[in-house]
């Protein structure tokens, strides 16, 4: 489950330990930033069976651990994130990897801009 609004100072002990009320906690991840390497505020907790998560969701949703309400809710599969170049088919969504159409260097294109400015791109790519 996703735990949201954490205190920079929460540790994965104590996470567990605050949980371990309600069910087995499996295991604990805080989420921390790359560059810093200090705790974003969030982290997710696995509990042994999806019975004890729900009933860990009703019971720490809005509650205070370190002085702060937390949300607490079932954690949800995330697709694989954008940001590199994959093998796949173009994706012209501009949303992930692929061939983009007018090189946006990671960036999809936008329909903004003159008329002119745009058929100067196409016509650069020999469309």
Not at 21 to 45: C, K, L, N, W, Y
């Amino acid at each position: 489950m996703f735990v949201g609004n954490l205190s920079y100072r929460v540790t994965e002990q104590q996470l567990a330990d605050t949980f371990a009320e309600v069910g087995q906690v499996r295991s604990v991840f805080i989420g921390m930033d790359r560059e810093t390497g200090r705790p974003r505020g969030f982290a997710f907790v696995e509990f042994d069976s999806s019975e004890e998560a729900a009933h860990a969701v009703r019971r720490f949703d809005g509650q205070e651990i370190d002085g702060r309400k937390v949300r607490v809710n079932p954690a949800e599969e995330r697709g694989a994130r954008g940001g590199g170049r994959s093998s796949g088919p173009p994706n012209w969504s501009g949303s992930g990897g692929g061939a983009e159409p007018f090189g946006g260097g990671g960036r999809g294109f936008k329909n903004k801009g003159s008329r002119r400015n745009l058929r100067a791109r196409k016509r650069s790519l020999n469309f």
